[in-house]
């Protein structure tokens, strides 16, 4: 497979040898690329390919790959009514701190993740001005070039403005390499339009099509485009914001009408190495593992992995009690949306009411077969008295694709940050926004649709005696009582035909990121992790008193580092959110 990484290798010197030559001062250093040898075709790809290694967030000196990383488990996850930290209580105590809202200007994390997503803006920013200047590209691979770039500089800002109120855009128009003050810019505001200025140019100018698997098409760039549109579609108080999602709604249905894209028949198809760049991909971020090396592999969730072997580590990153209760369904098949949470999914004994069979395919529980492993027991938790007795699957490789490297929790399982079923749920958003009930629920039925292909149930296994690995299949039955339906009566509430919309983005995004910020983009935040709270404290103890405060953390604070290191002529360029 085609992944974008550059590695650069560390030369070690076997001696020092001395010199009195004025030469040896000027050499230019081992192991690092000289400004010199980019300015050349080949040069500018590598700058390119050094852009895209930044996306997965790993490879930043002096921090963890998971501070950075692009799936968004600790920002997005854990922060919400998805996710819990999990393991223990004493691991990675920076992260208890985000999962109880105590948002602080020192959090390692919320620093690393600045550091990170500002410096894939820099290697963008560098291809684009290298790219315009290089000698010996034709003009259609230099246009190539910079749409790419600038794609990916709207990926790493989109990045930075969900997480923070007021982030600094950087553009090719001031950043200079050769002086470190050409990025010290003011934060004055949200930078949507910047971000829809890059995606816009980008779809431009790349094709509908490409040779290699993770460069992005136009079509891409139209979705991340409409995403963009989509998160400016509610103000922070959850009103509508019309005319930006009437912006989003052509591109949402140009995706759809091209035929290129359609739901793969099984969900569990977009969690399974075999299974990369199907047909409902539309962008995903590549890795890649070999018998060598794990450097371009899943690094950053690689502590959000099962307690046992064959993972042995770490226990991170647990669903709530709350996401799991969200997956109950009635008698019909359908959700239930106002009281999902009255009732608990318990896992001492079987539980046979029905559920939505998306459930086994996004949580490890009790009972039931985990990805083809073994069967998920209390043993797959690190403190069962913490965090509780869930899992987290989604982003976990099947036996197939485990053990290609020295740990096998790295595995080359993309990052699907851009589906097609995304862009489904989407356009039903905006179709319930602007009065088109029947249209959205013809949508979402896409979505429940899928969710029911029979084929994609878990199977029932039993124990082996043998060894904690072996099980074997029960003929004909399923490991619990699945059932899911369409909504078959026509919506005609605005109200219900919203929540519905957004229940099932639940249901379907569960765990991959993407929660704490549509709560965000919807404006929901405060009352949905409240309520959040006030259950969730039953079963978790260290969230007893926990509140989530609004507007304040509604995104993060600015790290201190970041505010200091801009200062310019004696003052800093970027100011503090005013909520911190």
């Not at 862009?423 to 649709?449: K, S, T």
Request: aromatic share 12%; charged share 25%.
């Amino acid at each position: 497979m085609n992944s974008f990484r550059v590695i650069i290798p560390l030369l070690a010197m076997a001696t020092v040898l001395w010199s009195c030559s004025e030469e040896f001062l000027e050499r230019t250093p081992q192991g690092q690329i000289s400004t010199a040898s980019t300015q050349t075709p080949e040069g500018v790809e590598s700058l390119l390919i050094g852009a895209y290694a930044m996306v997965d967030g790993t490879g930043l000196d002096g921090q963890a790959p998971w501070n950075n990383e692009i799936s968004n488990w600790v920002f997005g996850g854990i922060t919400s009514d998805d996710g819990l930290k999990g393991t223990d209580a004493g691991d990675q105590p920076e992260q208890s701190f985000l999962e109880r809202y105590e948002f602080n200007s020192f959090n390692g994390h919320i620093r690393n993740k600045w550091r990170g997503v500002y410096k894939g803006v820099a290697r963008t920013n560098d291809v684009i001005t290298t790219a315009r200047n290089v000698e010996g590209l034709t003009e259609e691979r230099r246009e190539q070039i910079i749409a790419e770039a600038r794609f990916l500089r709207g990926i790493f800002h989109f990045e930075a403005q969900k997480m923070w109120r007021f982030p600094i855009y950087v553009g090719d128009d001031v950043y200079d390499i050769n002086d470190v003050e050409s990025t010290k810019v003011p934060n004055g505001g949200k930078i949507w339009d910047k971000i829809e200025a890059d995606f816009q140019a980008a779809a431009s100018v790349l094709p509908d099509n490409q040779a290699q698997v993770g460069r992005p098409t136009s079509y891409a760039a139209k979705a991340f485009l409409a995403k963009a549109k989509m998160y400016q579609g509610w103000d922070d108080s959850g009103n509508a914001v019309v005319s930006k999602l009437q912006e989003a709604k052509p591109l949402l249905e140009e995706i759809i009408n091209s035929g290129r894209y359609r739901l793969t028949p099984q969900f569990s198809h977009n969690f399974l190495v075999e299974t990369r760049n199907n047909e409902e991909s539309i962008w995903e971020v590549q890795y890649a593992v070999s018998s060598a090396t794990g450097d371009a592999a899943t690094q950053g969730v690689g502590l959000a992995h099962p307690y046992i072997a064959p993972w042995g580590c770490c226990g991170f990153y647990q669903a709530s009690q709350n996401l799991v209760n969200a997956y109950r369904t009635n008698e019909e098949g359908l959700p239930y949306l106002n009281s999902f949470d009255s009732e608990d999914v318990t896992y001492e004994t079987e539980y046979t009411k029905p559920l939505d069979p998306r459930l086994d395919h996004t949580v490890g529980r009790p009972g039931i077969l985990f990805k083809t492993f073994q069967i998920h027991q209390t043993d797959f938790i690190r403190d069962l008295s913490y965090a509780g007795p869930f899992s987290s699957m989604k982003h976990v490789a099947e036996p197939e694709g485990f053990g290609v490297t020295g740990w096998g929790n790295l595995s080359a399982n993309n990052y699907r940050i851009m589906r097609y079923g995304m862009i489904l749920l989407w356009l039903a958003e905006v179709e319930v926004e602007l009065g088109n009930l029947e249209r959205a629920r013809e949508l979402v039925n896409m979505i429940r649709e899928r969710a029911g292909n029979e084929e994609d149930f878990v199977p029932k296994v039993v124990q082996g005696q043998n060894s904690r690995q072996e099980y074997s299949f029960v003929d004909g039955e399923v490991a619990a009582n699945y059932k899911v339906a369409t909504y078959d009566d026509p919506w005609t509430d605005k109200d219900m035909a919203r929540q519905a919309v957004r229940y099932e983005t639940r249901l379907e995004f569960a765990m991959e990121g993407h929660r704490f910020f549509d709560l965000q983009r919807w404006g929901v935040q405060s009352e949905v992790l409240n309520a959040y709270l006030d259950s969730e404290e039953e079963h978790r103890v260290y969230l007893r008193g926990v509140t989530f405060d609004a507007p304040k953390n509604q995104y993060f604070p600015i790290p201190t580092e970041a505010i200091d290191r801009s200062i310019l002529n004696g003052e800093p360029t970027i100011t503090q959110d005013p909520n911190y």
